[in-house]
């Protein structure tokens, strides 16, 4: 028997508690005790379930640190209730959620048992599946967001075919008084400041070392765990040291608080290939799973920048990440039940599995991954350096992401959901209510526009004015066409070329149509055959998977 098991059987409940307590389901993402339910009664009269189900960990090939994250840090946060008195029923099942909360249910005899709205549209499936079976479940409101649905409805009526994050994140600026005057006006005079926040990043400012976290024994069999039943998931274990207790989820935010976020904004889209993290605070795991509740990294970054120790620029570029994108995408998922259903079309789903992903493709897009994804060498040193910090992390900061392998992939005409899927499994972030609408959205245009005023693709001149990557490569950014170009350029205009007819007419993809069209004949051949070379090289070469 497991350490863990050892130590948390002591703390089950009597058939007395299992009657004299309110019974609350902590899943997997809502690891708190400062919101929610958990707050609403003395320890002595509360108890809680929670569960490993593997059925839910198998279902996709998701990266082993993300598993060792979430199973470690579930692990912990269950000892620390029992420290507190808490009474805890902790479930292993091979099966779905719906089988765990069954089987305590049903032996412990709950009549009840709460917990807080799901965020993942998947654990909402396995809710449905629970009460259908008779699991006394109470739903009760998320209070770990920032945001609620009526917020997002008042600003976006039923009807509505476009949704624009700006007019969002402003209400809730508004509705918050976040870095807001006493007039309403924002402080600075400006709600976003973008614009300033596009610097390369040459080597200064240095990059301070970050804490590291090394495995205790609770932690380590959660390790052994992955490593025994997930042997062929993505990524590798190798290095863990990632925050698993609330202790050293706080000691992680203190530190971005005071040493990385006063450099964050100028630098918020640079890349460095030997500064991969640069600034980013890297903590978007741990809100994800309520670790770091938003509402308090937002206030404590206000503060910051209301006592000069954060500039303004970078305080807000922050702030808007999480008041602003992220909760927005969360809604927008909801809006869209995962993006099955986009106004004015049809269902974007083609399986009648529940669990199946929308598949919007407005852009035609149906190629496969490239097998660089996967681990295999491309050439091309952004893709290659990215996929490797992915491999051994399971994380890469935003515009990495966007402009490195969202942007590759859509100027390829991959399927926007074989990208989805793998920013799904490779991504210790990565949940659908985010994953989803912004792969799906925001990064490949799939949903034509939903999100986004034009598809987020460019050449290689941005990759070599945002990092030093090209210094790196074999390829040359400065050429277009020849073998000794770099496929971000051709790939560029032949993209524009074969998607005329759906993007020439959009007002802010103009210049780029214009300057298209003025191309010799000659040279358009040229661009559009390196970018087939480009196609067949990357997209049809023998596929990887990350059982190899």
């Known amino acids: 028997m497991s350490e863990f098991a050892d130590r948390i059987r002591p703390h089950a409940p009597t058939r007395d508690d299992a009657s004299a307590r309110r019974w609350i389901y902590v899943p997997y993402d809502r690891l708190t005790d400062a919101t929610g339910p958990l707050t609403e009664q003395p320890a002595s009269q509360t108890g809680i379930v929670m569960m490993e189900a593997l059925a839910k960990a198998h279902r996709r090939p998701y990266h082993k640190k993300k598993l060792a994250l979430i199973l470690a840090s579930q692990r912990h946060f269950a000892l620390k209730q029992a420290r507190r008195g808490i009474k805890i029923i902790y479930e292993f099942t091979p099966g779905i959620f719906a089988d765990g909360l069954e089987q305590a249910t049903r032996h412990h005899r709950l009549s009840a048992l709460t917990m807080m709205q799901p965020a993942e549209r998947e654990m909402s499936l396995d809710v449905e599946e629970a009460r259908v079976r008779g699991i006394p479940l109470q739903l009760v409101e998320d209070t770990t967001w920032c945001s609620t649905e009526s917020d997002f409805d008042s600003v976006f009526a039923p009807t509505t075919k476009h949704f624009l994050m700006d007019r969002f994140y402003r209400r809730m600026r508004q509705k918050t008084g976040i870095l807001m005057q006493p007039n309403g006006e924002p402080i600075g005079g400006k709600y976003s400041y973008d614009a300033e926040n596009r610097r390369p990043y040459r080597g200064q400012p240095p990059v301070p070392e970050r804490p ?53 904004g100028p630098f918020e889209d640079a890349m460095a290939h030997n500064e991969p993290d640069l600034f980013h605070s890297r903590l978007s795991a741990l809100i994800n799973i309520s670790r770091l509740l938003p509402r308090r990294l937002i206030d404590d970054v206000a503060r910051a920048a209301h006592s000069e120790r954060i500039p303004l620029a970078s305080a807000e570029g922050f702030i808007r990440q999480i008041l602003g994108w992220r909760e927005f995408m969360r809604h927008l998922h909801r809006r869209t039940d995962g993006y099955r259903q986009l106004p004015g079309q049809r269902n974007n789903s083609s399986s009648d599995d529940p669990y199946a992903g929308a598949e919007p493709s407005a852009l035609n897009a149906h190629r496969p991954l490239p097998a660089a994804f996967w681990g295999r060498r491309s050439g091309l040193h952004c893709l290659d350096t990215v996929i490797d910090q992915v491999w051994r992390e399971g994380w890469s900061h935003h515009i990495t992401r966007l402009m490195v392998l969202s942007n590759l992939s859509t100027l390829l005409g991959v399927s926007p959901r074989a990208l989805t899927d793998w920013f799904w499994i490779a991504y210790i972030d990565a949940y659908d209510w985010v994953v989803e609408p912004n792969v799906l959205g925001m990064s490949t245009f799939a ?25 790196h490569c074999r390829y040359n950014p400065r050429k277009a066409t020849g073998d000794a170009s770099c496929p971000f350029t051709s790939l560029y205009w032949s993209f524009l070329d074969r998607n005329a007819d759906n993007l020439s007419s959009n007002p802010r993809m103009s210049m780029p149509y214009v300057t298209l069209r003025k191309k010799p004949a000659s040279e358009l051949n040229e661009l559009r055959k390196r970018a087939a070379q480009a196609i067949e090289e990357l997209c049809h070469a023998q596929q990887a998977s990350p059982q190899e």
């Open 212 to 264: 590291r976290f090394h495995p205790d024994s609770i932690t380590q069999e959660a390790l052994h765990l992955v490593a025994r039943e997930f042997p062929s998931h993505f990524g590798t274990l190798d290095g863990f040291d990632l925050p698993v207790t609330q202790a050293q989820a706080d000691e992680a935010w203190s530190f971005a608080l005071e040493h990385l976020l006063p450099h964050f």
């Open 447 to 471: 949903d034509n526009g939903l999100t986004a005023t034009k598809p987020y693709v460019s050449g290689a001149a941005y990759i070599h004015r945002m990092s030093d990557y090209c210094g």
